[in-house]
């Protein structure tokens, strides 16, 4: 077809169209590398030169011309249409808009780690309410009414009723041994409050782990064979730690467990800190649940997971643990 003709044709399809997608199919019909003007640039070769010279500047010029007009069309429609499928003429290299991502928060991390660890050693993870009963927080603890050892903890009473926010995990202790035949082995994480001041070691609310073992023959020994491998499991085969006397009403003997601080920035560098309560479970405790004295014994221990977590983490006031400041949680 002659050049001219061609030109004829593509400027009266152009004219017509209507999307994108048509428009594109134009420019590959004539302007792509097969299409019709193309072909007639490349069969220039073959003329003899004047007329390959007059021929070759009148397509180039109807190349050009073209080229402009398919331009031309394609700003119109993408500015009076922006609704339809002509928005499929998209950069489908553009980076995406990636979605905000979460971060697992400190005290999080360090329970998993906490759990897998008893779990290892054959302790079952359970879970307690965090509004108890006046009678589960103490009584059943060896706590009763006016027992000076109240004091040890700051109490949020709920109004009207005996039920307060749980101060410890222990009340687990005697739910649990009420409806489950010894021997046995628990963990329970989580939530407790006491109405304390807050600094930067102290806050209304942290977390706890509770422990107990009970069975036949279950010592002391076991408790610090226990306690060794799952302090050296979060903390490295090096730890140091050691046994104090202390005193809780549900224990006897009672003790406190420290443990020497390795972290470099921690202001406590090179001394002892306290990080859990711990004994052999007093007869009471045992005889409140049903559970013959002479026959069963065993340990029981609070770990503080807050102090653990901000050990590990070098993080140096317990408060941002509670911040709810996803730069804070961000960085672990
Ligand atoms: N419940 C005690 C506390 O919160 C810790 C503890 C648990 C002590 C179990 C002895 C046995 O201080």
Known sequence: MDINSI??????EIDQVKRLK???????KYLGKKGEVSLVLHSLKDLPEKERKEKGLMANKIKKELNEL????????LLTDNKSDNQEWIDVTAPG???????????????????????????????????????YNFDALNIPKNHPARDQWDTFWLKNLD????????????????????????????????????????????YQVEGLMIGKNVSMANFK??????????????????????????TEPSFEIDIMVRQAHHKKLGQWLEIMGAGMVHPNVLKSVGYLPGEWQGFA???????LAML????????????????FSKQF
């Not at 991502?101 to 400190?106: D, E, K, L, S």
């Not at 202790?173 to 807050?198: D, S």
């Not at 070098?314 to 643990?321: A, Y």
């Open 7 to 12: 030109k004829q044709e593509a400027k009266k």
């Open 22 to 28: 048509e428009l594109e199919q134009i420019f590959r």
């Open 70 to 77: 398919i331009t031309k069309k394609k700003n119109e429609i």
């Open 97 to 135: 808009i990636l979605p905000p991502q979460g971060y697992a928060h400190p005290i999080s991390l360090i329970q998993q780690q906490i759990e897998e660890s008893f779990q290892s050693m054959g302790f079952s993870v359970i879970d307690g309410p965090e509004v108890e009963t006046e009678y």
């Open 163 to 206: 039920l307060l926010l749980r101060t410890h995990t222990s009340p687990m202790q005697a739910r649990y041994m009420e409806k489950n035949n010894p021997p046995l082995r628990i963990i329970v994480p989580g939530r407790c409050f006491r109405h304390e001041a807050t600094d930067a070691s102290h806050d209304v609310q942290f």
């Open 225 to 250: 064979g226990v306690i060794k491998a799952f302090l050296k499991d979060i903390f490295g085969p090096k730890l140091k730690m050691r046994l104090r006397p202390g005193y809780f009403p549900f």
């Open 301 to 307: 221990f609070g770990v503080g997971i807050d102090r």
């Open 312 to 327: 590990k983490y070098e993080i140096d006031d317990i408060r941002l643990l509670y911040s709810g400041d996803m730069r």
